[in-house]
């Protein structure tokens, strides 16, 4: 390919040496334009030095830095990207190392690369990717750039063209488990018309969606009630005023509460819900803060999984002389992994009338020890039992 014969070429001509996780890498020119980094904290950069106090011997790492490039989201989402950012913060503030972001101007995999070049030539010695859509340019920039460390998040390998290399790591998520928590949870405090918008029907949002539809069912034969759920894709990952309008027409037919799934288009199903008293469920992350400034918070709980604290362990991993134990691999993370999963239970973020911390922690004890089934099937909805009716909408 001709990017990378051109990378290893001014790799060689430059001589810059910057040590990574696993060694140094040789930075390539760029004449990329430059990223759109206004919206990142600054950075303390008076020392890059990583604390190696319980580095190991064989792959020790005295300093670098972090790059995050953006997927078509922004920085400050409230979802996806933030939340991966987020992580990148924490980590850089607590250790002292220096890390920065990038976002793309257009939605590509060459831009993606191009931004990976950039980060490589600033002195990049780890970048993070968020999202499936790097896949494909995970698979080239592992090979181009040897000696860099590459974090994908919610990228498995049915989303890659080319195996995973040893210093690059993926991992996805059990979506379905935070899928079901919502879903059960809802049900069981008392609503029993619901709803679910996704972003596009990629699958990690169906997985979003048909734990959910699971949960809504479990729920619903234990309490013995009727159940509607009305199901769509808004075919992008924002709110517009079509998906806003579709959203107010379910709230005025009766729906109670809607699962948005999918980066910023939850803004719609908010601005909807407000607009007919109704209650959202948030993803990703604890969208709590979301609704706060209105007449009520319609965000009832949030599906979550652990992007800042996957970032944060698997950099850990990458500081520490630990990669070893990491490259190479694609891992799904579910509960009996960690808590990698789960619904906010802090403070106001945790709104149930009914449901109880109990019973979600039954919930969760069911789900790790396997007890509770939940299917991750992405091809086949999901079956339903008496007095559950789902409507999938196109």
């Known amino acids: 390919m001709k990017r990378k014969a051109l990378s290893l070429i001014l790799a060689s001509a430059m001589v810059v040496s910057l040590t990574a996780c696993g060694g140094s890498s040789d930075a390539p020119a760029t004449d990329t334009p430059a990223a759109d980094t206004s919206n990142t904290p600054a950075a303390d950069t008076s020392t890059t030095n990583a604390d190696t106090s319980t580095t190991n011997t064989d792959a020790a790492v005295a300093e670098g830095k972090i790059a995050l490039v953006t997927d078509v989201g922004t920085i400050d989402d409230e979802s996806f990207n933030q939340a991966t950012w987020e992580g990148v913060v924490a980590y850089g503030d607590a250790h002292d190392i220096e890390y920065t972001y990038y976002q793309p101007t257009e939605d590509s ?226 509960l009996a992994d960690g808590d990698y999963i789960g619904l906010p239970t802090d403070g106001a973020s945790w709104a149930f009338e009914t449901f109880t911390k109990d019973e979600y922690e039954n919930l969760l004890s069911g789900i790790k020890d396997g007890s509770i089934t939940i299917s991750n099937d992405t091809e086949n909805q999901p079956t339903v039992g008496a007095g559950v009716t789902v409507t999938y909408i196109d």
């Open 109 to 334: 995999t060459e831009e993606r690369i191009n931004q990976i070049d950039l980060a490589v030539s600033e002195g990049a010695t780890v970048v993070v990717l968020p999202g499936y859509l790097f896949g494909e340019t995970l698979s080239e920039v592992q090979t181009t750039y040897p000696d860099v460390n590459f974090i994908a998040v919610d990228v498995s390998e049915f989303d890659m063209t080319a195996p995973i290399e040893a210093n690059a790591y993926a991992c996805t998520f059990s979506e379905e488990q935070a899928g079901y928590l919502a879903g059960y949870a809802a049900v069981k405090d008392g609503y029993t018309k619901l709803g679910f918008l996704g972003g596009m029907a990629v699958p990690a949002v169906i997985r979003y969606g048909y734990g959910y539809v699971q949960g809504i069912n479990d729920a619903a034969q234990e309490l013995g009630v009727e159940v509607e759920v009305k199901y769509t894709y808004g075919g992008q990952f924002f709110g517009d005023a079509n998906i806003t309008a579709k959203m107010e027409s379910w709230y005025a037919d009766g729906t109670e509460i809607v699962f948005a799934c999918g980066g910023g288009i939850y803004t719609s199903a908010l601005e909807a819900a407000l607009n007919y008293n109704g209650m959202i469920i948030g993803v990703d992350v604890d969208q709590y803060s979301v609704g706060e400034g209105n007449s009520y918070n319609p965000v009832l709980t949030s599906a979550m999984k652990g992007l800042s604290s996957t970032v944060e362990d698997r950099l850990n991993d990458c500081f520490t002389g630990n990669w070893a134990s990491i490259g190479g691999k694609v891992q799904n993370l579910g």
